[in-house]
């Protein structure tokens, strides 16, 4: 059997406004390596209030989760921002870069913050990043002058640049046409197939999550299916 | 901690609001540079009403006081010394005007470590006499170059010098009011009369102004040989002793020790300028308080605009965050903001601060009561820049302290899902 590069492991959330309320029950679930895995689920089933739980940015939960066989629950939030940094890469539904920077800024940026690499390295990369999502010659423009397709490929090169173990997307389609949607998708799948990063994508697109290696289903805070 | 990239941020952020960074950052401009401008203006005005008063005033002034005997004859006989004693008709103790052994005094003085000089003086009334009219003053005896040294006299000669007088041997150095009087011009002789009768011509080297009238219209100076001459006395004939101390706070302490030591009233220029000094206090108080209003105000405008700047920015301190810049960093970029803001605006603030102060310093400023200034007086006291600058710095440091504080916390889950 393979090792789970993340695992969770009996996860409980409450959310404690306006009334105390279980939005997660129980959740155990692995992924492994090379691994393109989909979550699906009805609106408000917690599928979103899970991936950001496994993301680590929200830590007000119950039960264990690890990353790369680490435990990750309890780790002060200086270490949590450090592992954000190295092992994960967002992709979000509204592709949120920094209007005021330059495209190429935007991407380097996490590298810059991990600060593993020299400038010249980062921007080496960062460009070769570019490069693999087609979109080199964007590099000077600002981030708020590109299109929503452009904005979400630069988003994904951004997760890319600091080479994480897992890239984690919510909805990185929901506000694409079908046309950037199938772009975004192939250029998950490509960097699933050739150069085997495990990826988990909470998505409602039906066509997208067919397509993935696995689809974890989820209703009213429970896993149904893995 | 990545300095270069929390630097940049601050940076880029700041560039694309250019004009809410102007705007912040001219608000401590105008802040430091008032304060500047205000506290260089008021203390200059305070040191020209302080040298006003103090320059020409002795640090310690000894003479010997016309005064009654403390002990009365019937305090020394015994048998009443349990009584209550009632003396009808006190009357003060005959005493000579003049300092015993005032030239070895003198000289004692002005080996003592603390001293800058002790000059002798010879004050008289006299009587200038204009035609028949008899006009009553006061002449006093000097050491006319030392007193220019010391006592800054020079600057109160709006006619003549002070070497002219110490040449002349009958000369004399007028009060102003005096030669309006009686019409009287330099090179004139005036004829004054002591008060046994004797009457000496002495010729005007110059012209005396204090800034108070009533001085003015009286005092006059000599050399202290030609009032020894007109009073017929001996040249250890001395009633006054003028001293300046290095340091004005030991003036107090010297005072009571020369007064045990040699029995005579010995005055520090403290007790004799009491009011004054409180006017002084009151008057700083002033300064300082409009000041740090002033910055007080320029801190909330950056609070103010950091808050703003924090609101619109929301998103991006959720992508730093979720792209794994911890709430430090986020703290760091925002604080690093208004210190920039704070740096820049302030040292333009010390710019605008100093030529606004130059600028004062050259408009004229013409008054009878002060001969020797010409234009406004401005204290240009590198001190004030420097706590200009670290004002600055703080109160930047606290308006943004807080808002940053709020960015560090910020969830980024709550605004990513917000959308």
């Known amino acids: 059997m393979m090792t789970p590069i993340l695992e969770a492991r009996h996860i409980d959330k409450y959310f404690k406004k306006p009334v105390k309320f279980q939005v997660l029950k129980d959740i155990s679930f692995g992924i492994n390596a090379g691994e393109f895995v989909s979550i699906m689920g009805k609106s408000g089933c917690g599928k979103s209030t ?111 640049i600091n080479s994480p173990s897992i890239i984690m997307g919510d909805e990185p389609t929901g506000n694409l046409d079908s046309h950037n949607s199938d772009n975004v998708f192939n250029i998950f799948k490509q960097l699933s197939e050739e150069q085997g990063l495990s990826l988990l994508i909470v998505t409602h697109d039906e066509d997208f999550a067919n397509r993935t290696h696995r689809i974890v289903t989820m209703e009213d805070g429970r896993i149904i299916s893995v | 901690m990545n300095w270069k990239v929390i630097l940049n941020i601050a940076k880029t952020h700041l560039i694309t609001k250019i004009k809410q960074t102007a705007i912040a950052a001219l608000g401590v401009t105008f802040g430091i540079g008032s304060y500047i401008t205000l506290v260089s203006f008021m203390t200059g005005l305070n ?44 009357k003060p103790k005959l005493n000579q005007k003049k300092i015993h052994n005032a030239l070895p005094i003198i000289q004692y003085l002005e080996e003592d470590d603390q001293v800058r000089g002790a000059l002798p003086q010879i004050k008289t009334s006299i009587f200038y006499i204009a035609g028949s009219i008899e006009i009553g003053g006061t002449l006093t005896g000097i050491n006319v170059i030392d007193e220019a040294n010391l006592f800054n006299l ?30 009287l011009a330099v090179g004139d002789r005036v004829q004054v009369s002591t008060s046994k009768g004797d009457v000496f011509p002495l010729k005007i080297v110059g012209f005396y102004q204090s800034g108070v009238a009533d001085i003015d219209a009286v005092q006059s100076f000599a050399n202290l040989k030609t009032v020894q001459r007109i009073l017929g006395e001996a040249e250890n004939y001395i009633t006054d002793i ?56 320029a801190g ?120």
């Open chain 1, 50 to 160: 899970l991936l950001y739980i496994l993301s680590t940015m929200d830590t007000a939960y119950e039960g264990e989760l690890y990353l790369n066989n680490e435990l990750i629950t309890g780790q002060n939030p200086d270490k949590l921002s450090y592992i954000r940094n190295k092992h994960i890469g967002f992709v979000f539904q509204f592709h949120y870069l920094l209007s005021d920077f330059s495209v190429l800024e935007n991407v380097m940026l996490p590298a810059k913050k991990l600060a593993e690499k020299s400038p010249q390295e980062i921007e080496y990369d960062a460009i070769g990043k570019l490069q693999i999502l087609n979109i080199p010659h964007l590099a000077k423009k600002k981030a708020s002058q590109i299109s929503g397709g452009e904005k979400q490929r630069v988003a994904i090169a951004r997760a890319l």
């Open chain 2, 47 to 90: 040191t020209m009403l302080d040298d006003l008063m103090l320059n020409q005033t002795p640090h310690i002034h000894i003479y010997n006081e016309i005064k009654p005997s403390k002990n009365q004859p019937l305090t020394l006989y015994d048998e009443l010394s349990n009584s209550f004693h009632v003396v009808h008709s006190i």
């Open chain 2, 154 to 183: 020079r600057d109160y000669i709006v006619q003549g010098t002070p070497e002219a007088l110490d040449i002349t041997d009958n000369g004399i150095l007028l009060g102003i009011g005096l030669a309006e009087k009686m019409s």
């Open chain 2, 242 to 297: 003028n001293v300046k101390l290095k340091d004005i706070e030991m003036a107090l302490p010297m005072s009571k020790k020369i007064e045990n030591q040699f029995d005579l009233t010995a005055v520090d220029i403290k007790t004799a300028n009491a009011q004054f000094e409180t006017g002084t206090t009151v008057r700083n108080l002033i300064t300082y308080a409009v000041s740090i209003t002033l910055l007080i105000v």
């Open chain 2, 300 to 419: 909330f405008g950056i609070y103010n605009i950091l808050n703003m700047l924090i609101y619109e920015k929301m998103n991006d301190i959720a992508i730093l965050k979720a792209t794994g810049f911890s709430g430090k960093d986020v703290q760091y970029i925002f604080m690093s903001q208004a210190m920039i803001i704070g740096f820049v605006g302030g040292i333009l603030g010390l710019l605008v601060g100093y030529v606004l102060a130059k600028f004062i310093g050259t408009i004229p400023f013409e008054t009878a009561a002060l001969p020797r200034v010409k234009t406004y007086p401005v204290n240009l006291n590198p001190m004030f820049f420097l706590f200009g600058f670290i004002f600055a710095m703080v109160s930047t440091f606290l308006s943004g302290y807080l808002p940053s504080k709020k960015a560090k916390r910020i969830d980024p889950v709550t605004i990513i899902r917000g959308q």
